[in-house]
């Protein structure tokens, strides 16, 4: 990148300072994509685009058909047949990987381990064939509940080889969210670890696990990893512990030949109503997705160090720490700690110490970076970088800058990569050795898709004007379904437009193709890049004997981006007070999980309704963020409106 940005005249009004970064000439000259015809030509043939990514992996069968597509259901490289683990590891042994690392693990207390290809074979083979001694079978569910360590890709590419499906709970929801998703999944497995590390103190997990399961459960089997050495209970008959079973299980476990079709995996996430919903990705098309972006979004090189920050529990994890890195046979770093522990520059020791090329992380991060100081980055070397990533939510201008410059060393291109857990693979990037990048703009989209910025009639804007975020044609990375809930797939995705798949985000496309995200419109709200919806904290909340109704926002926060505002309405047999915000905290913290506690809570008479009883969320947003009051006529109680504004100002 050249050090001094370029200012072009831009005319829409909404981006007025508008800076430019063009990528340096070396990194251009030895980008794995230089020549911007590759848009061109997937263009003019997307399925054929589309099947020459997919040659680049080794199936049993080759595909007959490249899509299906039916009624709004895309089956992906029909009559195909491959095995992901396979292609994530097998078949780089005999590509003179065998000795490269393929996971290199940084443990929260500091503590180290690198596994090779060779490695990651004998553990993966190994454990699948504990998984099969188990009695698990092709399409049995496998919940997994751990921190980041490097079971939880051993035992995802474990389910991989012999067909099983995982379902991974990130280590940061609690038990009640942990319960309904092993549940919905109906898992015959858990394998999870005795506890976990967070800033030095212990995170309950297997705890955690021995309550989600009281009751009636599918669950027959638990295996546990020793982590931490917490004392725990070990249920006889129904938890094992890891390292034993281990101890005694055979290397070498054939890959069972999947259907392109079958599932890989299920992925909750939250989505408009309370119940989060299983999005469920296949094996063949998730791959081809997340392998070929990853290959060009990271310019990956053989010799690259890379390292996702993402925890393995959400996409961003699944799609890039592990199956995009381990398709390309690259070096993939797992990192189980926090940023500010034990001091806030973890993560630049952490670079510094694996000479890391390519770091993706996520803009709540960065702006923890910046406001914790330049002198922590500058303690460290950094020299090993050479590109740089963000995701999860839009990156402000102010932190790309901060990112480009501290980090980056005004050196690194940044590629803003705007996607979803239901498209499974980046869609909205640069690509860093072609496009020049506007801070804060995710760019364009990837080669092969159509995405486009409409009106509520589905009528694309004019440039400049934002609109709702659409997607026109199917793309391989695609969720198959929502797990058994085919019904909720159509009307959550398809119903709003005709042949269209509808995001949820908004967004400006301005005159030069670039795309400017600006977050939802619907009722997720984004914290910390972490994706909750506003039904779920309510009916947290509601579950408490003191509340009678909730309404729950995101308000603007300068580090997490959204912050949890909660309005509560109360039972007559309570009254508001300190104790009670508490409590009512805590209680958000036990049933979903920390990342869920409101930041505030605030007492009201009445929530402001439409006439049909609807909460006007969208008043209570404006009020939060102290902003002029939209439309209020459509309101049945206006009068709730300035009780509520004097007491949010208090
Ligand atoms: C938001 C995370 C702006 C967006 C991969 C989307 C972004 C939601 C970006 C999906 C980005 C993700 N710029 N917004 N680069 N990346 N988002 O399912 O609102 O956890 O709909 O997937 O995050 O969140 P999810």
Known sequence: MTGQPAKENFTNGLFADELIFHPSSEFKDNANIQDSRIYLDAEENWLEYWNSQASKLSWFKKWDFTLQWEQCFAKWFVGGSLNVSYNCIDRHLNEGRKNKAAIIFEGEPGDSRVLTYQDLYREVTKFANVLKDMGVKKGDRVSLYMPMIPELPIAMLACARIGAVHSIVFGGFAVESLRDRINDAGSKVVV????????????????????????????????????????????????LWYHQLMKDAPIGCPAEPMSAEDMLFILYTSGTTGKPKGVVHSSGGYLVGTSSTFNMVFDIKEDDIYWCTADIGWITGHSYVVYGPLANGATTVVFEGAPNYPEKDRFWEVIEKYAVTIMYTAPTAIRAF????????????????????????????????W???????????????????ETGQIMVSSLPGINATKPGSASMPLPGLEIDVVDPAGNPVPAGNSGLLVIKRPWPGMLSTVYKDPERYLEQYWSRFENMYFTGDKAVKDKDGYFWMLGRVDDVINVSGHRMSTMEVESALVDHPAVAEAAVIGKSHEIKGQAISAFVTLRDTHTFGDELVKELKAHVATKIGALARPDDIFHTAELPKTRSGKIMRRLLRDIADGKALGDTSTLANPETISGLKENYTE
């Open 370 to 401: 910046m406001k914790w100081g330049d002198q922590w980055p500058a303690g460290r070397d950094l020299s090993s970088l050479r590109l740089l990533g963000s995701v999860g939510e839009p990156i402000n201008p102010e932190a790309w800058l």
């Open 403 to 421: 990112y480009h410059k501290n980090i980056g060393k005004e050196r690194c291109p940044i590629v803003d990569t705007w996607w979803q857990t």
């Open 192 to 239: 999870t670890t005795d506890g976990g590390y967070r800033r030095g103190k212990g995170l309950p997990i297997k705890k955690n696990v021995d309550k989600a399961l009281e009751g009636n459960t599918s669950v027959e089997k638990v295996v546990v990893v020793n982590r931490t050495g917490a004392e725990i209970e070990m249920q006889e008959g129904r938890d």
